[in-house]
């Protein structure tokens, strides 16, 4: 058992466990009575009731996690208690590597963790940098004929380049951009699809067909051995690892395909929209980032990754994390019962005032200096933390980086029409278009 326990817990020795606090059920109550969101709920519920929280949406009891040292417990230090059960997107995924679980899932990660880590980063960085340049001659085009523009429909532009090249070694053609629109339309959906699984894939149907011929076309290609100009890609990799693991038949591959594509794109595009946004709201984060240091220089980079970091501390890329208790615990001092539903919401402990001071205002300073925020790691996890993080965080941080290098020193957004909230999918992403037009710098 653990010894690391919350504040104001107690340890995690047997026969000192306390039953988990549980919230008011009349808050349950009014939630469904005013049709809210259900991280409105889970503001209250931590609130109210602390950083471990029971409450009841149904029969079953559920108990939400914001608070770091238990975040950690769940997440990283036993993760073989607090398992994942099904995936919200496996309709889109299948059996890829975001909702396999078990042996099959520790087989996959094995076999893609090398691609984002190391040498296999270096491999992509040029892909990364030639979506990146693409993307600024895009915006000096609309610059110069004041054309308008919605940045969220170029951050998924630049996001899905950038995938794309590193999966089949090819830029993005407009003929694929247009079919990989059904990726985020499939994503979109989700949250609003019937509980049957049938019924759920019918109507989403023709974008599931869309996306997996353009999946076979690349898998196809790849075995071909017709490598794109900028070399072979993941497709490779996942098409080799078959002579080793003969479970990568075609629907495998094409799951692994999908899930890097979805993964790969939608969460960069959606916080670099965001980061538009915010930058439109607090425009002196803009002049420092840049007055950090010279174009290209490590200072300045870290200024650019800051804005970034901080983006993802207020949206994080997962903004909950379904868990399921396998098996009796005891998480800082409380009693979890086998079978109670875990909800990890890294929105709300990124947005909690005790562990981040004025949590709603956009401070990337916050991460220039290590006194700037929590030592916890359980108090900063936008890509979640344990053995189930992740996979592609240097990969995010990478290209969001590499193309604001390119973008901000030479372009400011007008925004003509602000999104007036925030849509809790799979991702947190502004609800509604983001138009805008490119202006010169000030000064």
């Known amino acids: 058992m653990d010894t690391e326990a919350g504040p104001g817990s107690l340890p995690d020795v047997p026969g000192t466990e306390r039953p988990v606090p549980e919230a008011d059920p009349g808050l349950v109550k009014r939630w469904r009575s005013g049709g809210?969101?259900?991280?409105?709920?889970?503001?209250?519920?931590?609130?109210?009731?602390?950083?471990?929280?029971?409450?009841?949406?149904?029969?079953?009891?559920?108990?939400?996690?914001?608070?770091?040292?238990?975040?950690?417990?769940?997440?990283?230090?036993?993760p073989e208690r607090y398992v994942k059960r099904s995936h919200r997107a496996r309709?889109?995924?299948?059996?890829?590597?975001?909702?396999?679980?078990?042996?099959?899932?520790?087989?996959?990660?094995?076999?893609?963790?090398?691609?984002?880590?190391?040498?296999?980063?270096?491999?992509?960085?040029?892909?990364?940098?030639?979506?990146?340049?693409?993307?600024?001659?895009r915006w000096e085009t609309y610059a110069r004929t004041g054309q308008t523009l919605d940045v969220g429909q170029e951050m998924r532009r630049f996001a899905l380049d950038a995938i794309w090249r590193?999966?089949?070694?090819?830029?993005?053609?407009?003929g694929t951009e247009r079919e990989l629109a059904a990726v985020a339309a499939v994503a979109a959906a989700l949250p609003t699809l019937p509980a049957d699984a049938g019924d759920a894939r019918d109507a989403v149907a023709a974008d599931l067909a869309r996306i997996d011929a353009v999946a076979q076309h690349a898998v196809d290609a790849a075995r071909s051995g017709a490598a794109g100009p900028d070399g072979p890609g993941l497709v490779h990799t996942l098409i080799d690892a078959a002579?080793?693991?003969?479970?990568y038949d075609d629907r495998l591959i094409r799951d692994e395909l999908v899930t890097l594509l979805t993964a790969g794109h939608e969460t960069t595009a959606t916080?670099?929209?965001?980061l538009w946004l915010l930058l439109d709201q607090y425009p002196a984060a803009r002049e420092q980032a840049l007055a950090g240091g010279g174009e290209g220089s490590e200072r300045r980079r870290q200024a650019v990754q800051a804005l970034v970091?901080?983006?993802?501390?207020?949206?994080p890329s997962a903004w909950i994390l379904p868990?399921?208790?396998?098996?009796?615990?005891?998480?800082?001092g409380y009693s979890v019962e086998a079978g109670t539903d875990i909800l990890v919401c890294p929105y709300l402990t990124h947005r909690d005032p005790e562990l981040w001071p004025d949590p709603e205002r956009f401070e990337p300073r916050r991460f220039l200096t290590r006194q700037g925020r929590p030592s916890q790691t359980g108090a900063y996890f936008p890509f979640g933390i344990g053995p189930r993080a992740c996979l592609g965080l240097q990969f995010?941080?990478?290209?969001?980086?590499?193309?604001?290098?390119?973008?901000?020193?030479?372009?400011?957004?007008?925004?003509?029409?602000?999104?007036?909230?925030?849509e809790y999918g799979i991702t947190v992403r502004p609800d509604g278009p983001t138009p805008a037009t490119l202006r010169p710098p000030l000064g």
């Open 243 to 247: 002579a080793e693991h003969p479970e």
């Open 166 to 174: 590193s999966l089949t070694g090819h830029p993005l053609d407009d």
């Open 36 to 78: 809210g969101e259900l991280v409105e709920l889970l503001s209250e519920v931590r609130e109210r009731t602390g950083g471990i929280a029971a409450f009841r949406l149904g029969p079953a009891r559920t108990v939400l996690v914001t608070d770091p040292q238990a975040v950690q417990h769940v997440l990283a230090r036993h």
């Open 323 to 332: 868990r399921h208790a396998a098996e009796d615990d005891t998480l800082a």
């Open 309 to 315: 970091h901080e983006t993802l501390r207020l949206y």
């Open 396 to 422: 995010a941080l990478r290209e969001s980086t590499t193309l604001l290098e390119h973008l901000l020193p030479a372009h400011t957004l007008a925004f003509s029409a602000i999104p007036t909230k925030a």
């Open 91 to 137: 309709l889109l995924i299948g059996d890829g590597v975001l909702a396999a679980t078990g042996t099959a899932w520790e087989r996959q990660r094995r076999v893609l963790q090398a691609q984002f880590t190391g040498t296999g980063m270096r491999r992509y960085e040029q892909r990364i940098s030639e979506a990146a340049r693409t993307t600024a001659r």
């Open 271 to 274: 916080t670099l929209t965001w």
